[in-house]
């Protein structure tokens, strides 16, 4: 059985106060739910990464939102952030690939293969994320897009210890729209198929496939069921503790 995976991505919000406050009542949420069945993750930006795991936060991982390609654990990189010092600073998660950062700065599959590899290397779970726009859906390509993506950004490094993928459709990303389910049935089984390649039927099996893309407490449930979808990445709505709890409460 895989156990499901809630997670909040905050993108770059909220100033220090309230990036604490946000994840001081997400942490209480956790604590106050001892024999929950799901994992929670956040994300929250650099600015209270470290402030963020340094709060007690049983029952809940704390990630970044990127790590740096390079191979490098520091050096001359101007503002970036290696996968050594995220773990240096408490966080033990990452996401790499999220769709904001292929599309505003142009990272490619190989690039998002070396970071999820430096993450992992250094010690990470690396969230990798893939989903195709929605030109690619409109021309009948999203499978194949999908599969290209799990094919060429997942390293074979990746075991379901040290690796989640999300599949977020990029027209679904902060828009309110979202894939039938039976288009997230699609796809999911496509990329653990895909995943089986890289990495052999067992690994695939156990990996978990996350849903990203308007994910709000109104259509968890029914996202949250169907097969193959082992949790949810949640933008917008992870950004209010009730609405970012209320989704996690659907799998309760
Ligand atoms: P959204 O973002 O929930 O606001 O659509 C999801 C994501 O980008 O991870």
Known sequence: MRRKLIAGNWKMNGLKAEGIALAKAVFEKCATTPDKTFDILVCPPMNVLGFVAELPHAGAFVGAQDVAETTKPNGAFTGDISAQMVLDLGATWTLVGHSERRQYHHETDAVVKQKALNAIGAGLTTVICIGETLAEREAGQAVDVVRRQTRECVPMQATA????????????????????????????????????????????????????????????????????????????????????????????
């Not at 039938?180 to 695939?204: F, M, S, W």
């Not at 082992?230 to 209010?240: E, P, T, V």
């Open 161 to 252: 210890e040290n690796c989640v993928i999300a599949y977020e459709p990029v027209w679904a990303i902060g828009t309110g729209k979202v894939p039938t389910t039976a288009d997230v049935a699609e796809i999911h089984a496509a990329v653990r198929d895909e995943l089986a390649k890289v990495l052999g039927q067992e690994k695939a099996d156990k990996m978990r496939i996350l849903y990203g893309g308007s994910v709000k407490p109104e259509n968890a449930k029914e996202l949250l069921n169907v097969e193959n979808v082992d949790g949810a990445l949640i933008g917008g709505a992870s950004l209010k503790a009730d609405s970012f709890w209320a989704i996690a409460e659907t799998l309760m």
